[in-house]
Protein backbone atom coordinates (compact mmCIF):
# COMPACT_ATOMS: atom_id res chain seq x y z
CA UNK A 1 0.00 0.00 0.00
CA UNK A 2 1.22 3.43 -0.89
CA UNK A 3 2.14 5.48 2.54
CA UNK A 4 0.45 8.92 2.49
CA UNK A 5 3.11 11.49 2.13
CA UNK A 6 3.81 14.20 4.94
CA UNK A 7 5.54 16.89 5.52
CA UNK A 8 6.84 18.55 8.65
CA UNK A 9 7.79 21.98 9.35
CA UNK A 10 10.15 21.64 12.20
CA UNK A 11 12.27 19.27 14.06
CA UNK A 12 10.27 17.55 16.38
CA UNK A 13 11.70 14.98 18.73
CA UNK A 14 13.28 12.10 17.52
CA UNK A 15 11.08 9.50 18.84
CA UNK A 16 8.54 10.82 16.90
CA UNK A 17 9.78 11.60 13.83
CA UNK A 18 11.15 7.95 13.89
CA UNK A 19 7.32 7.14 14.09
CA UNK A 20 6.53 9.68 11.12
CA UNK A 21 9.47 7.85 8.76
CA UNK A 22 8.38 4.86 9.87
CA UNK A 23 4.61 4.85 9.10
CA UNK A 24 3.96 7.54 6.32
CA UNK A 25 6.48 8.85 3.41
CA UNK A 26 7.77 11.44 5.29
CA UNK A 27 10.08 14.58 4.70
CA UNK A 28 11.37 16.43 7.66
CA UNK A 29 12.98 19.92 7.73
CA UNK A 30 16.52 18.65 8.91
CA UNK A 31 17.48 23.02 8.83
CA UNK A 32 14.71 23.44 10.99
CA UNK A 33 14.21 26.83 9.64
CA UNK A 34 10.75 28.00 9.58
CA UNK A 35 9.39 27.63 6.46
CA UNK A 36 8.25 30.93 4.20
CA UNK A 37 4.48 31.29 2.46
CA UNK A 38 5.90 30.41 -0.54
CA UNK A 39 7.08 26.94 0.35
CA UNK A 40 4.00 26.44 2.55
CA UNK A 41 1.84 26.49 -0.53
CA UNK A 42 3.83 24.32 -2.15
CA UNK A 43 3.53 22.01 0.26
CA UNK A 44 -0.05 22.16 0.20
CA UNK A 45 0.10 21.29 -3.13
CA UNK A 46 2.47 18.74 -3.09
CA UNK A 47 1.90 16.43 0.16
CA UNK A 48 -1.14 14.43 1.21
CA UNK A 49 -0.70 16.01 5.15
CA UNK A 50 0.88 19.15 6.22
CA UNK A 51 2.12 19.10 9.36
CA UNK A 52 3.07 22.48 10.95
CA UNK A 53 3.20 24.43 14.11
CA UNK A 54 2.96 28.09 15.46
CA UNK A 55 6.00 29.56 13.66
CA UNK A 56 4.12 28.82 10.12
CA UNK A 57 1.88 31.69 9.13
CA UNK A 58 -1.05 29.83 7.28
CA UNK A 59 -2.52 32.93 6.24
CA UNK A 60 -5.41 33.53 4.04
CA UNK A 61 -2.68 34.10 1.56
CA UNK A 62 -0.56 30.84 1.78
CA UNK A 63 -4.37 28.87 1.91
CA UNK A 64 -5.11 30.24 -1.49
CA UNK A 65 -3.68 27.05 -3.40
CA UNK A 66 -6.79 26.13 -5.55
CA UNK A 67 -5.17 23.02 -6.64
CA UNK A 68 -4.05 21.32 -3.43
CA UNK A 69 -3.38 18.01 -2.23
CA UNK A 70 -3.11 18.21 1.31
CA UNK A 71 -6.51 17.25 3.13
CA UNK A 72 -5.13 17.44 6.55
CA UNK A 73 -2.98 20.24 8.43
CA UNK A 74 -2.63 18.22 11.72
CA UNK A 75 -1.10 20.95 13.82
CA UNK A 76 1.72 20.50 16.19
CA UNK A 77 0.22 22.67 19.23
CA UNK A 78 -2.71 23.71 20.88
CA UNK A 79 -3.25 26.99 19.35
CA UNK A 80 -3.91 27.39 15.70
CA UNK A 81 -4.43 31.06 15.82
CA UNK A 82 -1.73 31.00 12.91
CA UNK A 83 -3.89 28.75 10.50
CA UNK A 84 -6.67 31.25 9.17
CA UNK A 85 -9.82 29.42 10.03
CA UNK A 86 -12.21 30.90 6.99
CA UNK A 87 -9.47 29.59 4.30
CA UNK A 88 -9.05 26.06 5.47
CA UNK A 89 -12.85 25.44 5.53
CA UNK A 90 -12.81 26.90 1.94
CA UNK A 91 -9.93 24.93 1.12
CA UNK A 92 -11.45 21.98 2.31
CA UNK A 93 -8.51 20.80 4.78
CA UNK A 94 -9.49 18.92 8.02
CA UNK A 95 -7.42 20.79 10.60
CA UNK A 96 -6.24 19.03 14.03
CA UNK A 97 -4.35 20.41 17.32
CA UNK A 98 -3.16 18.82 20.20
CA UNK A 99 -4.83 19.49 23.38
CA UNK A 100 -4.48 18.06 26.61
CA UNK A 101 -0.90 16.50 26.60
CA UNK A 102 1.05 20.22 27.80
CA UNK A 103 -1.26 21.75 29.42
CA UNK A 104 -0.07 20.73 32.92
CA UNK A 105 3.46 21.77 31.38
CA UNK A 106 2.47 25.19 30.29
CA UNK A 107 0.41 25.76 33.44
CA UNK A 108 3.93 24.99 35.61
CA UNK A 109 5.46 27.75 33.50
CA UNK A 110 2.25 29.91 33.93
CA UNK A 111 3.54 29.62 37.69
CA UNK A 112 7.13 29.86 37.15
CA UNK A 113 6.45 33.31 35.43
CA UNK A 114 3.73 34.29 38.07
CA UNK A 115 6.80 33.49 40.83
CA UNK A 116 9.29 34.85 38.91
CA UNK A 117 7.81 38.48 38.50
CA UNK A 118 6.06 38.32 42.10
CA UNK A 119 9.83 37.53 43.72
CA UNK A 120 11.90 39.74 41.25
CA UNK A 121 14.32 36.16 40.11
CA UNK A 122 14.86 38.09 36.42
CA UNK A 123 16.01 40.97 38.04
CA UNK A 124 18.02 38.56 40.86
CA UNK A 125 19.74 36.74 38.43
CA UNK A 126 20.62 39.36 36.26
CA UNK A 127 22.30 41.04 39.03
CA UNK A 128 24.35 38.40 40.25
CA UNK A 129 25.15 36.98 36.72
CA UNK A 130 26.51 40.84 36.07
CA UNK A 131 28.75 40.73 39.26
CA UNK A 132 26.90 43.87 40.94
CA UNK A 133 25.77 41.99 43.61
CA UNK A 134 26.74 43.50 47.34
CA UNK A 135 25.04 41.54 49.51
CA UNK A 136 22.08 41.00 51.33
CA UNK A 137 20.40 43.79 53.19
CA UNK A 138 16.63 44.34 54.18
CA UNK A 139 15.39 46.54 51.63
CA UNK A 140 17.09 44.78 48.52
CA UNK A 141 14.87 43.44 45.43
CA UNK A 142 12.03 43.03 47.72
CA UNK A 143 9.42 41.32 45.85
CA UNK A 144 5.69 40.91 46.56
CA UNK A 145 3.96 38.15 48.27
CA UNK A 146 2.36 35.45 46.25
CA UNK A 147 0.56 33.08 49.14
CA UNK A 148 -2.97 33.81 49.69
CA UNK A 149 -3.25 36.54 46.66
CA UNK A 150 -6.31 36.72 44.00
CA UNK A 151 -5.45 35.21 40.99
CA UNK A 152 -7.42 36.41 37.78
CA UNK A 153 -7.98 33.71 34.76
CA UNK A 154 -8.85 34.60 31.62
CA UNK A 155 -9.64 32.08 29.96
CA UNK A 156 -10.69 28.40 31.69
CA UNK A 157 -9.88 26.05 29.36
CA UNK A 158 -7.63 23.11 30.05
CA UNK A 159 -5.00 25.60 31.08
CA UNK A 160 -6.53 27.98 33.04
CA UNK A 161 -7.89 24.69 34.99
CA UNK A 162 -4.57 23.58 35.71
CA UNK A 163 -3.17 27.15 36.76
CA UNK A 164 -6.03 27.00 39.00
CA UNK A 165 -5.18 23.98 40.40
CA UNK A 166 -1.19 25.33 41.38
CA UNK A 167 -2.28 28.47 42.30
CA UNK A 168 -5.10 27.71 44.58
CA UNK A 169 -3.99 24.27 46.00
CA UNK A 170 -0.61 25.29 46.17
CA UNK A 171 -0.65 28.57 46.82
CA UNK A 172 -3.98 29.36 48.76
CA UNK A 173 -4.70 31.83 46.04
CA UNK A 174 -8.33 32.99 45.43
CA UNK A 175 -9.30 32.60 41.78
CA UNK A 176 -11.47 34.60 39.69
CA UNK A 177 -12.19 33.21 36.32
CA UNK A 178 -13.09 35.35 33.00
CA UNK A 179 -14.51 32.76 29.92
CA UNK A 180 -16.89 33.21 26.96
CA UNK A 181 -19.63 30.58 27.87
CA UNK A 182 -20.81 30.22 31.67
CA UNK A 183 -19.06 27.33 33.70
CA UNK A 184 -20.42 24.39 35.35
CA UNK A 185 -20.02 25.51 39.05
CA UNK A 186 -18.86 22.11 40.34
CA UNK A 187 -15.80 22.67 37.82
CA UNK A 188 -15.50 26.05 39.59
CA UNK A 189 -16.03 24.58 43.12
CA UNK A 190 -13.26 22.46 42.51
CA UNK A 191 -10.80 25.61 42.91
CA UNK A 192 -12.30 27.59 44.64
CA UNK A 193 -12.91 29.68 41.47
CA UNK A 194 -15.72 32.51 41.09
CA UNK A 195 -16.86 33.41 37.69
CA UNK A 196 -16.74 37.00 36.67
CA UNK A 197 -18.67 38.17 33.75
CA UNK A 198 -17.41 40.81 32.51
CA UNK A 199 -13.23 41.36 32.08
CA UNK A 200 -13.63 44.84 32.95
CA UNK A 201 -15.23 43.74 36.30
CA UNK A 202 -12.36 40.88 37.25
CA UNK A 203 -9.20 43.23 36.52
CA UNK A 204 -9.91 45.69 39.64
CA UNK A 205 -10.08 42.93 41.62
CA UNK A 206 -6.89 40.68 41.38
CA UNK A 207 -3.05 41.01 42.23
CA UNK A 208 -2.28 38.62 39.48
CA UNK A 209 -3.86 38.12 35.92
CA UNK A 210 -2.89 35.42 34.20
CA UNK A 211 -4.29 34.78 30.25
CA UNK A 212 -5.11 31.33 28.95
CA UNK A 213 -7.63 32.63 26.29
CA UNK A 214 -6.63 31.70 22.31
CA UNK A 215 -5.23 34.16 20.56
CA UNK A 216 -6.26 34.75 16.53
CA UNK A 217 -8.48 38.06 15.45
CA UNK A 218 -11.20 38.11 18.45
CA UNK A 219 -8.65 38.08 21.01
CA UNK A 220 -6.37 40.51 19.58
CA UNK A 221 -5.05 43.42 22.20
CA UNK A 222 -7.80 42.35 24.81
CA UNK A 223 -5.31 43.45 26.88
CA UNK A 224 -5.28 47.24 25.94
CA UNK A 225 -4.04 50.20 27.85
CA UNK A 226 -7.94 50.89 28.95
CA UNK A 227 -7.58 47.67 30.91
CA UNK A 228 -4.32 47.66 31.94
CA UNK A 229 -5.19 51.00 33.61
CA UNK A 230 -8.25 48.81 35.05
CA UNK A 231 -5.78 46.20 37.05
CA UNK A 232 -4.88 47.20 40.90
CA UNK A 233 -1.17 49.42 40.91
CA UNK A 234 1.14 47.30 41.82
CA UNK A 235 -0.66 43.93 40.12
CA UNK A 236 1.53 41.74 37.59
CA UNK A 237 0.06 40.35 34.06
CA UNK A 238 1.58 36.98 32.79
CA UNK A 239 0.86 35.69 29.40
CA UNK A 240 1.65 32.28 28.37
CA UNK A 241 -1.20 32.58 25.77
CA UNK A 242 -0.27 34.29 22.32
CA UNK A 243 1.42 37.46 21.96
CA UNK A 244 -1.44 39.33 20.25
CA UNK A 245 -3.82 39.76 22.76
CA UNK A 246 -1.63 41.89 24.22
CA UNK A 247 -1.18 45.62 23.04
CA UNK A 248 2.72 45.63 23.57
CA UNK A 249 2.72 49.47 23.36
CA UNK A 250 0.36 49.97 25.64
CA UNK A 251 1.94 47.40 28.19
CA UNK A 252 5.48 49.38 27.77
CA UNK A 253 3.80 52.40 28.93
CA UNK A 254 2.35 51.04 31.89
CA UNK A 255 5.49 49.36 33.02
CA UNK A 256 7.35 52.14 32.49
CA UNK A 257 4.68 54.37 34.26
CA UNK A 258 4.50 51.81 36.88
CA UNK A 259 0.36 51.58 36.38
CA UNK A 260 1.23 47.96 36.88
CA UNK A 261 4.07 45.88 39.37
CA UNK A 262 5.54 43.97 36.54
CA UNK A 263 4.66 41.51 33.81
CA UNK A 264 6.03 38.39 32.45
CA UNK A 265 5.64 37.29 29.33
CA UNK A 266 5.92 33.80 27.13
CA UNK A 267 4.70 35.05 23.78
CA UNK A 268 4.67 37.92 21.78
CA UNK A 269 3.64 39.99 18.72
CA UNK A 270 5.53 38.92 16.10
CA UNK A 271 7.88 36.45 18.20
CA UNK A 272 11.10 35.91 18.26
CA UNK A 273 11.34 39.94 17.39
CA UNK A 274 11.05 41.65 20.25
CA UNK A 275 10.01 45.25 20.90
CA UNK A 276 13.45 47.08 21.85
CA UNK A 277 11.11 49.15 24.43
CA UNK A 278 10.32 45.70 26.31
CA UNK A 279 14.45 44.86 26.75
CA UNK A 280 14.30 47.93 28.60
CA UNK A 281 11.20 47.31 31.10
CA UNK A 282 13.24 45.61 34.38
CA UNK A 283 9.85 45.01 35.58
CA UNK A 284 9.06 42.64 32.91
CA UNK A 285 10.11 38.70 32.99
CA UNK A 286 10.57 36.88 29.39
CA UNK A 287 11.01 33.98 28.37
CA UNK A 288 11.42 32.19 24.74
CA UNK A 289 7.64 30.68 24.17
CA UNK A 290 8.79 27.48 26.58
CA UNK A 291 5.03 26.90 27.66
CA UNK A 292 5.04 23.68 26.37
CA UNK A 293 9.05 22.83 26.07
CA UNK A 294 9.35 20.00 28.32
CA UNK A 295 10.40 16.35 26.64
CA UNK A 296 6.87 14.63 28.07
CA UNK A 297 5.00 17.08 26.61
CA UNK A 298 6.54 17.65 22.72
CA UNK A 299 7.00 13.95 22.99
CA UNK A 300 2.84 13.91 23.61
CA UNK A 301 2.19 16.63 21.09
CA UNK A 302 4.00 14.32 18.46
CA UNK A 303 1.75 11.50 19.47
CA UNK A 304 -1.38 12.84 19.30
CA UNK A 305 -0.40 14.23 15.99
CA UNK A 306 0.23 10.48 14.57
CA UNK A 307 -2.93 9.33 16.30
CA UNK A 308 -4.82 12.17 14.33
CA UNK A 309 -2.97 11.56 10.83
CA UNK A 310 -3.56 7.75 12.17
CA UNK A 311 -7.81 8.38 12.11
CA UNK A 312 -7.74 10.31 9.03
CA UNK A 313 -5.88 8.10 6.85
CA UNK A 314 -7.81 5.12 8.32
CA UNK A 315 -11.22 6.79 7.43
CA UNK A 316 -12.13 8.05 10.92
CA UNK A 317 -12.92 12.14 12.01
CA UNK A 318 -9.55 12.38 14.05
CA UNK A 319 -10.34 13.44 18.10
CA UNK A 320 -8.87 16.28 17.93
CA UNK A 321 -10.51 18.19 14.81
CA UNK A 322 -10.63 22.12 14.90
CA UNK A 323 -11.69 22.25 11.46
C1 LIG B 1 0.84 25.70 21.55
O1 LIG B 1 0.77 24.48 21.67
O2 LIG B 1 -0.03 26.37 21.02
C2 LIG B 1 2.06 26.36 22.10
O3 LIG B 1 2.08 27.70 21.95
C3 LIG B 1 3.31 25.67 21.66
O4 LIG B 1 3.32 24.59 22.51
Known sequence: MVKPSVLVTRRWPAAVEAQLMDRYDAVLNWGDTPMTPAEIREALKTYDAVLPTVTDQLSAEALDVPAAKTRIIANYGVGYSHICEPAARSLGVTVTNTPDVLSE?????????????????????????SGAWTGWRPTHLVGTKVSGKTLGIVGFGRIGQEMARRAHHGFGMKILVQNRSRLDPALLARFGAEQVDDLDALLPRCDF??????????????????????????????????????????????????????????????????????????????????????KEAREAM??????????????????????
Open 105 to 129: CTADLAMTLLLMVARRAGEGEREVR
Open 209 to 294: VSLHCPGGAANRHLINGRRLELMKPGAYLINTARGEVVDEFALIQALSYDLIGGAALDVFDGEPRISPDLMQCDNLVMLPHLGSAT
Open 302 to 323: GERVLNNLNDFFNGRDPIDRVI
